[in-house]
């Protein structure tokens, strides 16, 4: 973790990246509160897709400097010649490769290979390259102005935020991203942790679990660890995602705007597409609604049923909902599942089997040939089986940057992680990077018995489950926790926290 070493105050730049009341009450709470428990030792300023929330966060955030939006840098500012501000960017960014970026953005780029399941915009080389220059210079144009500290923004699940975080490292500033809500609770509680990266990764957990491996745990921490590894394992996440957000945890193929439908139209015919770059082209959402429908009868029949009827010889492939970061960003190489689904039974060892278990939300959103195609696989088959269940009976996991890849270390299950993802720090976690590697790995895994003969395996994954909670923040994302959210912050850039006033 950064303490901190410079005189003066501690500058924070904010991006509030998704647009609307909601994220703009949160993120200009967090900014006055940063301020606010900071003292004079930190300055906010706060950035913005959209003018309008510019606007509601200058009457919620009094004293802290909200920059113009990115729609109104767009509006005054032109790029006099794209081609060279191509190359600059080639030039001034050797280590992005701005064609990933762009492919982590679902509403103009079908990287999930859906095939018309999701209704994206056909948009020309011109449009990519303009949006993502513009994106740039509006960020350049902001942190060469001020010498900031930090940066803050939620997931990069948007273009808007995934852009800053390659600017940022170019002007050597941290990234403190705020990671979603965990929906796996500690004792009922909801929480989030501060990451540095668009993967998730978090210092404060990665420092922890350094400290960690050199000591003894406590009874305290054993009995606090095994508790959650208890709460990961038993984890209800449509049980969990209904009490969170009011809402079915499995999406109808249909567009949830139903209800709204001429007021959603009307918003989104007034969109600029050139600041509003997530605007939808109505016909081709009107055909992905109607192919989700179709699909969900025709694929039905395809994704197996609820027993538990395969080899022990096998390998288990949940397949991850899309589209969504985890795998645009988090795995964007490997984004296509249908090709990694293939790829990874292309690995396995002679004589097992891969189990692969559709996405209860993701149900519709492929044409059924998808699956057609990999059933002919002799050694991939389908289960509709409960997900713990069909842990305990396969021999590993591979994930790309699923969830599911935590559940299997809490059932001491070895995973493989393909992307990027914030526990695949842990020892006990594999990673592999090409098919080749993963075909080693898996050789390792289940032939060689190289996990089940490590010793320390068990007390390595106590250790990670522990530094997940010592990082973890025990707060919900929301206005109400805007200034546990700032102490947060203010912990990680090593500045004191003014004292709460005492009410008279």
């Not at 449009?127 to 993502?132: K, N, P, W």
Request: proline residues 4%; contains cysteine.
């Amino acid at each position: 973790m950064t303490v901190r070493a410079t005189s003066g105050p501690v500058r924070v730049l904010l991006l509030c990246a998704q647009g609307g009341d909601a994220d703009a009450q949160l993120i200009g709470g967090i900014a006055g509160a940063l301020q606010d428990v900071g003292g004079g030792d930190v300055r906010a300023t706060v950035a913005s897709l959209l003018r309008r929330d510019a606007d509601t966060m200058r009457g919620l955030a009094v004293g802290v400097d909200i920059h113009e939006s990115f729609e109104e840098f767009r509006g005054r500012s032109h790029v006099p010649d794209l081609d060279a501000e191509v190359a600059r960017l080639v030039r001034d960014y050797p280590s992005v490769n701005w064609w990933e970026i762009a492919a982590g953005e679902r509403s103009i780029i079908d990287a999930s290979f859906l095939v018309g399941g999701l209704g994206q915009r056909m948009e020309s080389r011109a449009y990519v390259e303009a949006l993502i220059v513009n994106m740039v210079r509006y960020y350049e144009s902001i942190l060469s102005s001020v010498a900031f500290s930090a940066a803050m923004c939620p997931e990069a699940d948007a273009l808007i935020s995934y852009v800053l975080y390659q600017v940022a490292r170019r002007f050597g500033v941290r990234m403190l991203a705020i990671s979603p809500n965990a929906w796996i609770r500690e004792d009922g509680r909801p929480g989030f942790f501060l990451c540095r990266d668009e993967f998730l990764h978090s210092d404060r957990m990665e420092d922890a679990y350094r400290a960690l491996r050199a000591r003894a745990l406590t009874a305290e921490e054993t009995d606090r660890v095994t508790r959650f590894r208890r709460s990961v394992v038993d984890f209800d996440v449509k049980r969990e995602y209904r009490a969170t957000t009011n809402r079915s945890f499995v999406v109808p193929p249909t567009s949830p705007q139903l209800r709204n439908l001429i007021a959603y139209l009307r918003e989104n015919a007034a969109r600029d597409k050139n600041v509003e770059y997530f605007k939808i082209d109505v016909w081709e959402k009107a055909k992905a609604n109607v192919r989700r429908s179709w699909r969900r009868l025709r694929t039905k029949g395809l994704l197996g049923d609820a027993s538990l009827d395969f080899p022990e010889r096998s390998v288990f492939y949940a397949m991850q909902y899309q589209p969504e970061q985890s795998t645009l960003v988090g795995g964007n190489f490997f984004a296509n599942q249908i090709a990694t689904i293939e790829n990874i039974a292309k690995c396995l060892p002679f004589g097992y089997t891969l189990i692969v278990k559709e996405h209860p939300r993701g149900r519709g959103a492929r044409p059924s040939w998808q699956y057609q195609h990999l059933a002919h696989y002799p050694n991939i088959q389908f289960s509709d089986a409960d997900s713990k269940a069909i842990l305990r009976r396969c021999a590993a996991t591979v994930t790309i940057a699923g969830t599911i890849g935590l559940e299997s270390i809490a059932m001491d299950k070895p995973v493989v992680v393909l992307g990027n993802v914030y526990y695949d720090f842990a020892d006990v976690v594999y990673k592999a990077r090409s098919w080749p590697e993963l075909a080693q790995t898996l050789r390792r895994i289940l032939v060689d018995r190289e996990y089940e003969k490590n010793a320390r395996r068990h007390e390595l994954i106590d250790r990670f489950f522990l530094s997940y909670l010592m990082a973890r923040v025990p707060a919900q994302l929301a206005k109400d926790s805007a200034r546990t959210i700032a102490e947060a912050v203010c912990a990680e850039l090593g500045v004191n926290l003014q004292p709460v006033p005492v009410a008279s």
